[in-house]
């Protein structure tokens, strides 16, 4: 079966008709070689998801449904130093369907994430490529552990096995986090027997928690 590509187009949706960047159209019509008259699924990113035709740099919408989405987990991890770790982790999580990644300004981390537009453009790449419905959201702000909201569970060596019920998951950076940066009030969580990487660490995290 031929491969129907799947593309986000920013909402509002007020017309039959979907215009797709010039961008888009070129990764189309030059990379994918596609012509008008082919199918290919499309969302907003917000939960709406649908399949039309392709027309002269625009779709011609069809069927849509809106879905729910499959996560409302935060994931706040402290940024790897190497930006090819960081991308990679932040595909991982925008193909899982976590709901927002934020990150953490920690005593041992580098603190220096990408910036959100390059940020942006790996969240939004992975989304077409997964098929999702909706974008990851994130933020170039970095923020401490005590400024988290929610129920947040630490993931670190010695914790408890069951992070019960969680809103956050935080990841510390390399070197763990340092004596008294973790809130009184917040519970620790073992991930295993072994150290993981930042990237790692979160993506398993999320993958056990991600409701």
Not at 72 to 87: E, F, G, H, I, W
Not at 134 to 143: A, K, Q, R
Request: aromatic fraction near 4%; hydrophobic fraction near 40%; include cysteine.
């Amino acid at each position: 079966m031929k491969h129907v590509p799947h593309l986000i187009v920013a909402a509002p949706w007020e017309n039959p008709k979907l215009q797709l960047s010039v961008v888009q159209w070129r990764h189309i019509t030059k990379v994918l070689r596609m012509k008008s008259g082919q199918k290919v699924s499309y969302t907003d990113g917000l939960g709406t998801i649908g399949t039309g035709l392709l027309g002269p740099q625009m779709i011609d919408r069809g069927d849509e449904e809106t879905v729910d989405r499959p996560s409302s987990l935060t994931v706040a991890v402290a940024p790897p130093a190497n930006k090819d770790r960081q991308r990679f982790l932040v595909e991982k999580l925008a193909e899982m369907g976590v709901a927002r990644l934020v990150w953490l300004e920690t005593t041992h981390g580098a603190n220096r994430p990408a910036n959100a537009a390059k940020v942006f453009s790996w969240v939004h790449a992975a989304v077409e490529q997964s098929r999702g419905a909706f974008l990851m959201e994130t933020s170039d702000e970095v923020i401490r552990l005590d400024a988290l909201e929610g129920n947040v569970v630490v993931c670190r060596p010695g914790g408890g096995s069951d992070p019960g019920e969680a809103d956050v998951v935080a990841i510390g950076p390399e070197g763990g986090f340092a004596e008294g940066e973790v809130p009184p009030g917040m519970r620790d969580w073992d991930l295993g027997p072994t150290i993981l990487r930042v990237e790692t660490a979160a993506i398993v995290a999320a993958s056990r928690i991600a409701h």
